[in-house]
T-cell receptor, first 116, second 113 residues
Framework: DTEVTQTPKHLVMGMTNKKSLKCEQH?????MYWYKQKAKKPPELMFV???????INESVPSRFSPECPNSSLLNLHLHALQPEDSALYLC???????????????FGNGTRLTVT | GQQLNQSPQSMFIQEGEDVSMNCTSS?????WLWYKQDPGEGPVLLIA?????ELTSNGRLTAQFGITRKDSFLNISASIPSDVGIYFC?????????????FGQGTTLQVKP
């Protein structure tokens, strides 16, 4: 079982809906990430949070809004999405050492999002 | 921007055969990671490499961090049906506490029993 938990596992939403994806980790990691993955493609980075502060936004459209309420939780708020936003959304975490020591990312199993 | 070239794109092998896949980059990386992804799941970390020249094993898996820091390979020995999946290499170049992870395009492995 993955130590990064994502809910819901599947989500179907209309283009006018507002929904949120949730991610939780209890490994004491201080860096958390959102990735988007299309079928048969590698994950693409969307956002990085370091010590609960947004440190990287990969020019993601504003209809995706991340939130990091505390060091264990990461949310992705969705509003007015397009059908082409349908994908697997992956959350990941890493230790995020302030000394800069490298640490691998650990991924959740993702939320399969379908926009109709 | 940085790109990773992963090859081969796909492999179809007989159970018991050894497998080799590799990634190359035009840029230097400080960390090389290898992940496996099964359908409907997230990528699972297989091996992490932190030093140039490092050779690390995890069961039947062996991976190496190239001396030039621009390449890495993953070998799987005596393949079994559960090795089926997509294998991704990933490189990390930042020395900060969060670095961007660049993924290769993936190698799809199919194993015939």
């Amino acid at each position: 079982d993955t130590e990064v938990t994502q809910t819901p596992k599947h989500l179907v939403m209309g283009m006018t809906n507002k929904k949120s994806l949730k991610c939780e980790q209890h490994m004491g990691h201080r860096a958390m990430y959102w990735y988007k993955q299309k079928a048969k493609k590698p994950p693409e980075l969307m956002f990085v949070y370091s010590y609960e502060k947004l440190s990287i936004n990969e020019s993601v459209p504003s209809r995706f809004s991340p939130e990091c309420p505390n060091s264990s939780l990461l949310n992705l708020h969705l509003h007015a999405l397009q059908p082409e936003d349908s994908a697997l959304y992956l959350c990941a975490s890493s230790q995020g050492s302030p000394q800069g020591a490298p640490s691998p990312l650990h991924f959740g199993n993702g939320t399969r999002l379908t926009v109709t | 921007g940085q790109q990773l070239n992963q090859s081969p794109q796909s492999m179809f092998i007989q159970e018991g055969e050894d497998v080799s896949m590799n990634c190359t980059s035009s840029s230097i990386f400080n960390t090389w990671l290898w992940y496996k992804q099964d359908p409907g799941e997230g990528p699972v970390l297989l091996i992490a490499l932190y030093k140039a020249g490092e050779l690390t094993s995890n069961g039947r898996l062996t991976a190496q961090f190239g001396i030039t820091r621009k390449d890495s390979f993953l070998n799987i020995s005596a393949s079994i049906p559960s090795d089926v999946g997509i294998y991704f290499c990933a490189g990390q170049s930042s020395s900060g506490n969060t670095g961007k992870l660049i993924f290769g395009q993936g190698t799809t492995l199919q194993v015939k029993p």
